[in-house]
């Protein structure tokens, strides 16, 4: 009687083993296809960066991943309804607790949301209350910044490409401009002479569909790992400071 109990236990032990394990292989199966699709916005920095340092951590799982180009509003809809599996770099604050969207750690930098000023153009907070100026902005300003358009006074125009609006600034379209960026424009914008103020500081972060939470402690090393590497491989000289703080 006891052989046949404990042939039982074993019995449901390995079923329920198996299963798990099938489970696993299941899911990581269906991350693993090549649907697996990311959002990358149209941001320079995007593209020569955190976009290849992604795909590196992914690929450290086994994984091969799609890249869409996305725009902001646009790219976070589709995130957050699951139509695109994750976006390559969001400012922490769109993973709300209404939403379906999932930060991943650790941050991949600090950014900012930049007061752009062509030069001899009065620079500073008090033009966002001026009535009579004009202000060139990426998509997503009023809830990166944390402001409802009633509570600024300057003509607030948005679009949605990032490179379009500093093409604007430079063309003399406007003489002003809002951006997010990780201080790695800065040499750009004083060679161009333009002046530039932070406005609102967050953190850079990879985030996904929170159907995918499964991979966020596996992925998290990954991105972690790169994240050393490419501190190991850079001269001290083009190190980012740390205490230097993009709205994507």
């Known amino acids: 009687?006891?052989?046949?109990?404990?042939?039982?236990?074993?019995?449901?032990?390995?079923?329920?083993?198996?299963?798990?394990?099938?489970?696993?292989?299941?899911?990581?199966?269906?991350?693993?296809?090549?649907?697996?699709?990311?959002?990358?916005?149209?941001?320079?920095?995007?593209?020569?960066?955190?976009?290849?340092?992604?795909?590196?951590?992914?690929l450290d799982l086994g994984m091969e991943v799609r890249f869409e180009k996305v725009g902001g509003e646009r790219g976070l809809r589709l995130l957050n309804e699951g139509m695109t599996d994750a976006d390559v770099v969001r400012y922490d604050v769109v993973a709300q607790?209404?939403?379906?969207i999932v930060i991943v750690p650790p941050a991949l930098s600090h950014g900012a949301s930049f007061l752009l000023c062509i030069r001899g153009a009065k620079c500073?907070?008090?033009?966002?209350?001026?009535?009579?100026?004009?202000?060139?902005?990426?998509?997503r300003f009023f809830f990166n910044m944390d402001v409802s358009p009633d509570e600024l006074s300057a003509n607030i125009i948005e679009f949605d490409?990032?490179?379009?609006?500093?093409?604007?600034l430079l063309n003399g379209r406007f003489n002003y401009a809002i951006i997010p960026?990780?201080?790695?424009?800065?040499?750009?914008?004083e060679q161009s002479g333009i002046e530039?103020?932070?406005?609102?500081e967050h953190e850079i972060v990879h985030v996904i569909h929170k159907k995918h939470s499964h991979l966020v402690e596996r992925l998290s090393a990954a991105?972690?790992?790169?994240?050393?590497?490419?501190?190991?491989?850079?001269?001290?000289?083009?190190?980012?400071?740390?205490?230097?703080?993009q709205a994507f």
Do not use: C, W
Not at 124 to 134: C, E, M, T, Y
Not at 162 to 167: E, L, P, S
């Open 97 to 100: 607790p209404d939403n379906n």
């Open 124 to 139: 500073d907070k008090s033009v966002l209350q001026n009535p009579d100026k004009a202000i060139a902005v990426t998509t």
């Open 161 to 168: 490409n990032f490179n379009h609006v500093i093409d604007l």
């Open 1 to 58: 009687m006891k052989k046949a109990q404990i042939s039982v236990n074993k019995g449901i032990s390995s079923f329920f083993f198996y299963l798990f394990s099938s489970l696993s292989v299941v899911a990581f199966a269906e991350d693993n296809a090549q649907n697996f699709i990311i959002g990358e916005l149209n941001h320079p920095r995007v593209s020569s960066y955190y976009k290849p340092l992604v795909e590196r951590a992914y």
């Open 181 to 189: 960026s990780d201080y790695s424009e800065k040499a750009i914008f």
């Open 196 to 200: 530039f103020i932070p406005l609102v």
């Open 223 to 245: 991105l972690a790992k790169q994240l050393e590497l490419g501190r190991n491989n850079t001269s001290p000289q083009m190190k980012t400071p740390a205490s230097r703080k």
